[in-house]
């Protein structure tokens, strides 16, 4: 989805009421009573009901029992009836804006009243437009950011990863080499094993008192020339004795790298 945009205004009245929507924002709380009270038209004072006077005979001797009082008829400013309009002393156009934000609103309202049918249309659209994405903003800056969370994790090394030791693979002909001695006191694991055969060649491990692999056919037509055994958290153990490499290959070079640990009794 494409994002929204605010268009610029392209009418006097649009640029005075962008105008007007960056000041507002800035505005204090005693600015905005100020022109929250410009705004509104001074109160009209509701005109008196007029009371029709009532004429009280004057006290005296008791007037003749045929005797009649008669009132005049009181005359009204208007129909009998009604009453004249008043017209407020004060107008809102009259009111004399107090703040710069005041001054803008002034003439954005007279700017306004000077549109065509097809500019207040264009202004409306414009205004609602400007609406809506002050509105997404606000939405978007109440949102928290959500940290991503950690979708792989982390392989932890084993414990033993910064004791390792390293030794050498390397035979010319047939035969077997030991590539680490018997540890003494010491339990060995192996960690890794590396390897590659410049021909066709079986290949075992001797892992100490747990025996001997295997045979492992490299070099040939369809078999690999060499391979990595990357043990991880489950070594090779071969207790207190060395660990060796045996090859039947004549005249065949292997050559790579055992790592390997020692690990004291507890």
């Given at each position: 989805?494409?994002?929204?945009?605010?268009?610029?205004p392209?009418?006097?009245?649009?640029?005075a009421?962008?105008?007007?929507?960056?000041?507002?924002?800035?505005?204090?709380?005693?600015?905005?009573?100020?022109?929250?009270?410009?705004?509104?038209?001074?109160?009209?004072?509701?005109?008196?009901?007029p009371?029709?006077?009532?004429?009280?005979?004057?006290?005296?001797?008791?007037?003749a029992?045929?005797?009649?009082?008669?009132?005049?008829?009181?005359?009204?400013?208007?129909?009998?009836?009604?009453?004249?309009?008043?017209?407020?002393?004060?107008?809102?156009?009259?009111?004399?804006?107090?703040?710069?934000?005041?001054?803008?609103?002034?003439?954005?309202?007279?700017?306004?009243?000077?549109?065509?049918?097809?500019?207040?249309?264009?202004?409306?659209?414009?205004?609602?437009?400007?609406?809506q994405?002050?509105?997404?903003?606000?939405?978007?800056?109440?949102?928290?950011?959500?940290?991503?969370a950690?979708?792989?994790?982390?392989?932890?090394?084993?414990?033993?990863?910064?004791?390792?030791?390293?030794?050498?693979?390397?035979?010319?002909?047939?035969?077997?080499?030991?590539?680490?001695?018997?540890?003494?006191?010491?339990?060995?694991?192996?960690?890794?094993?590396?390897?590659?055969?410049?021909?066709e060649?079986?290949?075992?491990?001797?892992?100490g008192?747990?025996?001997?692999?295997?045979?492992?056919?490299?070099g040939?037509?369809t078999?690999?020339?060499?391979?990595?055994?990357?043990?991880?958290?489950?070594?090779?153990?071969?207790?207190?004795?060395?660990?060796?490499?045996?090859?039947?290959?004549?005249?065949?070079?292997v050559?790579?790298?055992?790592?390997?640990?020692?690990?004291?009794?507890?």
């Open positions: 989805m494409a994002n929204q945009t605010t268009p610029s392209t009418t006097e009245a649009g640029i009421f962008a105008a007007w929507v960056a000041d507002r924002r800035t505005l204090t709380p005693e600015e905005l009573a100020d022109i929250l009270a410009q705004l509104q038209p001074p109160a009209e004072v509701a005109p008196a009901t009371t029709p006077p009532v004429t009280t005979p004057a006290a005296g001797p008791a007037a029992p045929q005797a009649t009082i008669t009132l005049p008829i009181q005359q009204w400013a208007g129909p009998q009836g009604s009453f004249a309009t008043l017209s407020p002393s004060i107008l809102p156009a009259d009111i004399a804006p107090t703040t710069a934000f005041g001054q803008e609103f002034q003439a954005w309202v007279t700017k306004r009243d000077a549109l065509t049918a097809a500019q207040i249309a264009d202004l409306t659209a414009q205004i609602a437009t400007l609406t994405n002050l509105a997404a903003v606000k939405v978007a800056a109440a949102t928290p950011t959500v940290a991503p950690l979708i792989i994790a982390r392989t932890p090394y084993p414990k033993w990863w910064n004791a390792l030791l390293t030794a050498p693979i390397s035979l010319a002909t047939a035969g077997t080499q030991i590539i680490v001695a018997t540890p003494g006191k010491f339990t060995l694991f192996i960690a890794s094993i590396v390897l590659v055969v410049s021909d060649t079986n290949i075992s491990f001797g892992f008192v747990f025996g001997s692999s295997g045979a492992m056919l490299l040939g037509g078999q690999p020339s060499g391979m990595v055994i990357a043990m991880g958290d489950s070594p090779a153990p071969c207790g207190k004795s060395g660990f060796t490499i045996t090859s039947d290959g004549v005249d065949v070079a050559g790579g790298f055992v790592t390997y640990y020692l690990e004291t009794e507890t």
